[in-house]
């Protein structure tokens, strides 16, 4: 059946970075829209960044502009989210899931920023 599974996180200072990586699995990952999401604890989760089917067009909120770097690889069926300079209002659960044929939430990675 359809899965994604989340990975990269970890517990980093502020300034610091990471990779997030999506594994897709029992879909056509290729024809969807992909999008990163986070919640942060006692918040609803909130689309962070997409992108089309292709690397051409992504989109990301305001909040992360500049810093992250949303990317696919549909060879391999897999989603990365490079995060840079990273803050403390980071910290977060970190899903993917594709906005417009949405399928079974991952268990996600958890990203702590702390000094």
């Known amino acids: 059946q359809a899965q994604l599974v989340e990975s990269g996180g970890g517990l980093v200072h502020p300034g610091g970075s990471l990779r997030l990586s999506c594994r897709a699995s029992?879909?056509?990952?290729?024809?969807?829209?992909m999008s990163w999401y986070r919640q942060a604890p006692g918040k609803e989760r909130e689309m962070v960044s997409s992108i089309y089917i292709t690397n051409n067009i992504t989109s990301y909120a305001d909040s992360v502009k500049g810093r992250f770097t949303i990317s696919r690889d549909n060879d391999n069926n897999i989603m990365y989210l490079q995060m840079n300079n990273l803050k403390p209002e980071d910290t977060a659960v970190y899903y993917c899931?594709?906005?417009?044929?949405?399928?079974?939430w991952g268990q996600g990675t958890q990203v702590t920023v702390s000094s």
């Open positions: 899931n594709s906005p417009f044929q949405p399928i079974a």
């Open positions: 029992g879909f056509t990952f290729r024809t969807r829209i």
